[in-house]
């Protein structure tokens, strides 16, 4: 079968499209013919040994996909033929992939292979961090950094569907356009503003109750400058490249919290929590509170630009792989 195959730990150079051999199924598994998979920011540090799973080379990355269900294992009571979204962990950048029944959802027939291939992991983590960790209440303001990206996007949606004001910050005027079309209600472009004083502006001078923070480096430091009292800064991501360091006596003084999400660890730690908040963001996809952040679908073969774009930053919300 084909896949993208990881055969050094070169980044995107280490990628090509292979014939590799069918994973094996096993007991409480389901084989999934996979028609779309989706590209994340981890996929780029996974490919260079730089993220927490180290995989054994050679190996196949992909996080997440969506697919056909065409074989269970034992004990599994998905039926064979069902539209299902996934989270593989790695595997998904190939045309079948084996996976844990727990870690599978059906979604509906109006979801786009697309959309459902780049799901669960942006729309997962945003929900997980603003609901259960957060515990964002309606009238809060929201700062999102990042937001037009794959998971600020939908933390943009999520925010606004659970009654928050949000404030996006993005790189450029066009990228802020993607969050105002996803509900944003004030932009800052954080190249051209020193969106601390915007925030404090926008907020009365109190700053944002809830900051969701996928980028770290300068625009965490800048965060706990421009955050209420008794906010929660939500520590997502590094995409800046720095990792940030909180000091504990503004802390203390502001009476604030730094809570860290990673939403990957739920499927060993917490699986019916992951579970349930994807079922959650299924059913409001379902009633049309939400919709797809795909901007872009590109063949396997495409993977090596697909990822450059990425990182040089060129791309809004979600990159989705389609395989024929
Ligand atoms: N904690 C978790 O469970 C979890 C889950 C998913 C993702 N993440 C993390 O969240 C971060 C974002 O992931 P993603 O998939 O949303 O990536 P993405 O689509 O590439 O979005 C990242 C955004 O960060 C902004 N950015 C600011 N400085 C950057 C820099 N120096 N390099 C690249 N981007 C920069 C970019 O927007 P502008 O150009 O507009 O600034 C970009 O849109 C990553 O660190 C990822 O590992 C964490």
Not at 32 to 43: E, G, H, L, Q, S
Not at 225 to 251: D, E, M, Q, S, Y
Not at 288 to 308: M, Q, Y
Request: charged share 20%.
């Amino acid at each position: 079968m084909k896949a993208i195959v990881c055969s050094a730990l070169d980044g995107v150079d280490g990628l090509a499209v292979k014939d590799i051999e069918r994973p094996e199924s096993a007991a409480g598994h389901v084989r999934i013919r996979v028609r779309a998979a989706a590209i994340n920011f981890a996929d780029t540090l996974i490919i260079k040994g730089q993220y927490q799973v180290r995989p054994e080379l050679p190996f196949v990355p992909g996080i997440e996909g969506a697919g056909e269900v065409v074989e269970v294992g034992d004990g599994v009571s998905i039926p064979v033929g069902t539209r299902v979204m996934f989270v593989a962990g790695v595997g998904a950048w190939s045309e079948e992939v084996v996976v844990a029944e727990p870690m599978v959802v059906a979604i509906p027939d109006a979801m786009s292979w697309e959309d459902a291939a780049s799901f669960p992991v942006a729309w997962g983590t945003s929900h997980i961090a603003l609901d259960h960790r957060a515990q964002l209440q309606p009238g809060e303001t929201v700062l999102v950094h990042g937001a037009a990206g794959g998971v600020g996007l939908t933390a943009v949606a999520i925010a606004k569907q659970m009654g928050a004001t949000v404030i996006a910050t993005a790189g450029s005027d066009a990228r802020l356009q993607v969050a105002a079309a996803a509900g944003a209600d004030h932009l800052i472009n954080y190249r051209s503003d020193d969106f601390r004083a915007r925030v404090k502006e926008l907020t009365g001078g109190r700053g944002a109750d809830v900051i969701y923070d996928p980028v770290g480096g300068d625009v965490f430091d800048a965060s706990l400058r421009c955050i209420n009292w008794c906010g929660r800064l939500l520590t997502i991501g590094f995409a800046a490249g720095r990792v940030p360091k909180a000091p504990a006596n503004i802390l203390l003084v502001k009476n604030i919290a730094v809570i860290g999400v990673h939403w990957g660890a739920y499927a060993e730690r917490d699986p019916a929590t992951m579970r349930s908040s994807l079922e959650t963001l299924v059913e409001w996809f379902a009633d049309g509170a939400i919709r797809g952040t795909v901007s872009s679908v590109r063949p396997f073969e495409a993977v090596h630009t697909a990822l450059r774009d990425l990182l040089a930053r060129k791309t809004t919300g979600k990159v989705v792989l389609r395989l024929e």
